[in-house]
């Protein structure tokens, strides 16, 4: 059984509720993360799962607070709710951290060398051109 992904995305839709394109989204970048990691070793599966899933929960606390929501606002905002959701599903502490550190570095320039950020960066690109082309 794929625990981790079919938790994960149960989390994911409690937290983003009937924001159905936010979760449309996470969905395929985590399909084209998984498509990508494939053909890339090294990757750890789970925190690949993890940070595709949430990459952008950091969205909805900075639409509330600011109005708005720009990469520096996810890359603030995401990494506690992350965090949060993860810790709720009983994710080990070292994998917290480092998809937390994804999470907050997924908009900027890679601060971390880690398979699954880039791999991450690769999708979220990916779906992001697709949906700017409907
Ligand atoms: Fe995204």
């Not at 595709?52 to 509330?64: Q, R």
């Not at 709710?81 to 908009?107: F, P, T, V, W, Y």
């Amino acid at each position: 059984m794929d625990y981790p992904k079919a938790i994960i995305t149960e989390a994911l839709i409690q937290f983003f509720e009937n924001d159905y394109r936010r979760i449309e989204h996470a969905l395929s970048v985590l399909h084209h993360a998984l498509r990508i990691a494939e053909n890339s070793s090294g990757s750890d599966h789970e925190v690949l799962i993890a940070s595709a899933l949430l990459h952008d929960v950091g969205i909805k606390p900075a639409e509330k607070i600011h109005g708005y929501n720009n990469g520096p606002l996810q890359e603030k905002y995401g990494p506690p709710e992350a965090e949060r959701i993860l810790q709720s599903i009983g994710m080990d502490n070292d994998r917290i951290r480092k998809i937390s550190e994804i999470i907050g570095n997924h908009h900027s320039r890679s601060r971390y060398d880690y398979i699954e950020l880039a791999i991450l960066k690769e999708a979220d690109a990916i779906v992001n051109r697709m949906e700017s082309e409907r």
